[in-house]
């Protein structure tokens, strides 16, 4: 390895070590609070030292947010429908698969939706998480699972509904809730069952999102009982 490529990687290393330390420097003093010089004391190096990888907390929190996003885009992007898939399981699954990166990634979480400061500064956010959903939602209305809508409203809607259930379980861990999964499978099929043209059990709950168990593909008609004489 040439001394050049020895640079590059230590360099690499130490941007990573600085986004890290910011990363939960950020959670732990939120964005007001955190400055540079803090940061530096926190990992052994001068504030000179910080300006040479990064000029400001604003670009810091640029770098973090991205790859926030990142990470949620990923998420995201592992929900592929199964064959012949109920689209509306495909709906929950991806709303599924979003709680379950908060969760899981609770300062990733707070980094790119709970956090403040710095907006002014920060390039326009990946929207590929938000068009998915999107997406998703438009499959149910052109398959006739949704009634006719305008596609923005439900999936700010239905973003709504999983930010909300998220970022409480992220910010109220001391909270006594009821079993997470419970709490998570209860506000997306409320969320989602009060839009479809046939509401059916559709099932899709647990872990991140990526199992599928569904009832029925169709709607189930209910019959009543014939009256007595």
Request: hydrophobic share 40%; glycine share 8%; net charge positive.
């Amino acid at each position: 390895m040439n001394i050049q490529r020895i640079r590059e990687n230590n360099k690499a290393e130490i941007r990573s070590l600085i986004l890290g330390s910011a990363r939960k420097g950020l959670v732990r003093q939120g964005y007001e609070n955190f400055s540079l010089r803090n940061l530096a004391q926190q990992i052994g190096y001068s504030p000179a030292a910080i300006y040479r990888y990064f000029k400001s907390k604003d670009e810091i929190f640029a770098c973090l947010t991205r790859e926030s996003f990142d990470l949620l885009i990923k998420a995201s992007s592992s929900i592929v429908p199964e064959p012949d898939e109920d689209p509306v399981s495909v709906l929950k699954r991806g709303m599924h698969a979003y709680v379950a990166f908060g969760l899981e990634n609770p300062d990733h979480y707070r980094i790119a939706f709970l956090l403040g400061g710095g907006e002014a500064n920060v390039p326009q956010r990946p929207r590929a998480a938000y068009d998915a959903l999107r997406a998703r939602i438009q499959r149910c209305i052109d398959g006739g699972r949704i009634g006719r809508a305008d596609a923005d409203l439900l999936a700010q809607s239905l973003w709504a509904a999983a930010h909300g259930v998220t970022s409480l379980l992220v910010q109220r861990p001391s909270f006594p809730w009821v079993a997470r999964s419970k709490l998570v499978d209860r506000v997306i099929d409320s969320a989602v069952d009060a839009l479809l043209v046939h509401p059916q059990a559709v099932y899709t709950g647990g872990g991140n999102g990526n199992r599928i168990i569904s009832k029925s593909s169709t709607a189930r008609k209910l019959t009543r009982a014939p009256a007595r004489a």
